[in-house]
């Protein structure tokens, strides 16, 4: 961190600055010329807030040098994440690891028919809500803990992982029971209880990117989870609300490529909530896999048209089919396994 002094601060106000720094555990190193005063703070800095240095009269200017998340960095760590499920399922390496599933689990009939459906295609992680938090009070809020005991069922039926979002602190030690991943919605990515009571978890954590979150954001949200001890994080983004009405969210693609410069972690895509369109996801589907995404998560149902959420973006099982089609041809030309 760089510190810019005013050109007519007093030595006395210099100095307010310079103690606090001392304070703080840091060192200081003097880098000012003839025309301009700086100091340099050494250190780990990712406690202290640039913002704060303004409260004293003597600061002109404060820049950051390193990036506030600390963990969850590339400085940090250079080799990418790979977190390993067990039973050859591994996110963040060469897999394409593709999380399929209804919006909503409604039925054992329905969940039953889509275990079935991943099995015969040899794809291993079902995804499904339990819990809805939903914008609407009055919409399906989930079938809460049996959904997620129906959910290991399915999975233990037909060797597959499960993947649902936590909805709460208090229910955190339930999923633990149930699931192999717990995800994080995007509307509590910066729920701090729940992020840091995850950091205690030893569950892989699937971190949605919020609604309006910048990527700095959203990688801080996965330090919180990192700073308690639980470095298997998963970033996902399922797009951005922008100004544009016509999609559900705004697909941001070059995300990926800016989360795979700047943090190790795994990061998978979501095309079913970044466009709200079930004809957009194939072809969304596809970018994801191009750009580089360690995987991607996807809403399927026998039957959209009756689905109890979500249903205008969520595939047919035939129309999945076809998409797996032109996913497998291009994972086969970038090195890549679907899974």
């Keep these: 961190m760089i ?19 001392k304070q703080e555990g840091f060192d200081l190193k003097d880098v000012s010329s003839d ?3 700086i100091f340099g703070v050494i250190g780990d800095t990712s406690k202290l807030e640039a913002r704060d240095f303004y409260a004293f009269e003597a600061v002109a200017e404060v820049i950051r040098i390193q990036s506030p998340y600390k963990k969850a960095s590339r400085e940090f760590q250079s080799n990418d994440t790979l977190i390993d499920l067990g039973d050859g399922v591994v ?8 999380m399929i599933g209804p919006c909503s689990v409604e039925n054992e ?70 699931v192999d991943i717990i995800q994080v919605g995007a509307r509590n990515m910066q729920n701090f209880h729940l992020l840091k009571a995850l950091g205690q978890s030893r569950k892989p954590i699937f971190l949605k990117r919020g609604l309006s979150a910048t990527i700095e954001e959203w990688l801080m ?5 990192m700073h308690g001890g639980n470095d ?3 970033l996902c983004e399922r797009g951005i609300r922008t100004f544009e009405t016509y999609t559900r969210n705004t697909l941001d693609i070059s995300a990926v490529l800016a989360v795979r ?18 004809k957009m996801i194939d072809p969304l589907a596809q970018a994801a896999l191009a750009v580089g995404a360690h995987g991607q998560m996807i809403e ?17 099982l035939e129309r999945f089919e076809r998409l797996l089609e032109h996913l497998k041809p291009l994972a086969d030309v970038l090195g890549k396994r679907l899974t």
């Design 91 to 98: 996110i963040g390496g060469d897999q394409h690891v593709l």
């Design 232 to 234: 298997q994080v998963i």
């Design 261 to 278: 410069e700047l943090s190790h972690l795994p990061v998978i895509v979501d095309p079913s909530h970044a466009s709200g369109r079930y």
């Design 109 to 178: 009939a329905q969940m039953m028919q889509v275990g079935a459906f991943l099995q015969r295609h040899n794809l291993k992680i079902l995804r499904g809500g339990a819990f809805k938090p939903r914008t609407s009070p009055y919409a399906f809020q989930g079938m809460g803990e049996e959904g997620l005991k129906l959910m290991r069922r399915v999975a233990d039926r037909y060797g597959l992982k499960v993947i649902s979002e936590v909805p709460s602190v208090s229910a955190i030690a339930l999923f633990e029971k149930y």
């Design 3 to 21: 510190i810019k002094i005013k050109r007519d601060a007093s030595l006395e106000a210099v100095q307010r600055v310079l103690d606090f720094i």
């Design 221 to 225: 949200s996965a330090e919180y989870i």
């Design 35 to 37: 025309r301009v005063k």
């Design 300 to 316: 399927i149902h026998p039957e959209p048209e009756k689905a109890l959420s979500d249903g205008a973006q969520s595939l047919t």
